[in-house]
């Protein structure tokens, strides 16, 4: 199968942008309780700085800086993200554990999209030297470089179907890569919709996160 191209036309772009400004203000505007509630939880609950920063994999696989809150205890993080986290990971806070089961550690990316490192919806972004079945993901599938044609984001349709958290497993890697290739095949505004409120109800609701 040919390598996926993204769609290029002015229209898609234009409201493309325009959902990702739309739903960040809204969101930020929203949220601003309870970031700051989550700020105060965070600094009461361990020591070090409320958000996490760690470089990604972006747009055409350019380097940016990415947002979340801290949920891991500072002296036990790994900063290269390599070391992916697991189910009952001693390194996450009683704090992390509940913004991550609710995915809302992830929040803070919001001021990626606004600054358009990051749409709502795309392929997540992932480390340099991301692991897949124990080995680098380039290694592992020679398509893996072309999920960066597109903007990462916050969510995407390998995350609706259940594939995020760990790649530990050749299954788990190899299908959100392909979910990740389906998206920008079939990229639409409709699309982007659909997988934006089936997140909403996904992660805030039903709290699969770890």
């Known amino acids: 199968m040919p390598a996926p191209a993204p769609r290029r036309d002015r229209t898609y772009r234009v409201l493309n942008r ?6 960040a203000s809204v969101a930020l505007i929203l949220l601003a309780p309870f970031f700051l509630f989550a700020a105060i939880a965070i600094k009461l609950g361990s020591r070090g700085p409320v958000f996490f920063r760690q470089d990604r994999h972006g747009l055409n696989g350019n380097l ?3 947002y979340k ?3 891991m205890r500072t002296e036990s993080a790994d900063v290269t993200g390599v070391a992916q986290t697991v189910k009952n990971d001693p390194r996450v806070t009683p704090i992390g554990r509940l913004l991550r089961k609710t995915s809302f550690d992830e929040l803070p990316q919001i001021l990626n999209i606004l600054r358009g490192d990051m749409s709502v919806v795309g392929p997540r972004p992932h480390v340099p030297g991301m692991l897949a079945n124990g080995t680098a993901y380039e290694e592992f ?11 990462p984001g916050l969510t995407g349709l390998a995350q ?3 594939f995020r958290g ?3 497993t050749e299954y788990s890697a190899r299908m959100r890569l392909e979910y990740d290739l389906e998206y920008i095949r079939q990229q639409s505004i409709l699309l982007d919709i659909k997988i934006t409120f089936q997140t909403f109800w996904r992660e805030f609701f039903r709290g699969s996160g770890y």
């Open 18 to 23: 325009s959902y990702d400004l739309i739903v």
């Open 64 to 66: 940016f800086r990415i």
């Open 69 to 71: 809150f801290r949920t």
């Open 141 to 151: 599938d020679l398509r893996y470089m072309e999920r960066h044609v597109v903007r």
């Open 160 to 162: 609706v179907n259940g």
């Open 166 to 168: 760990e790649t530990a």
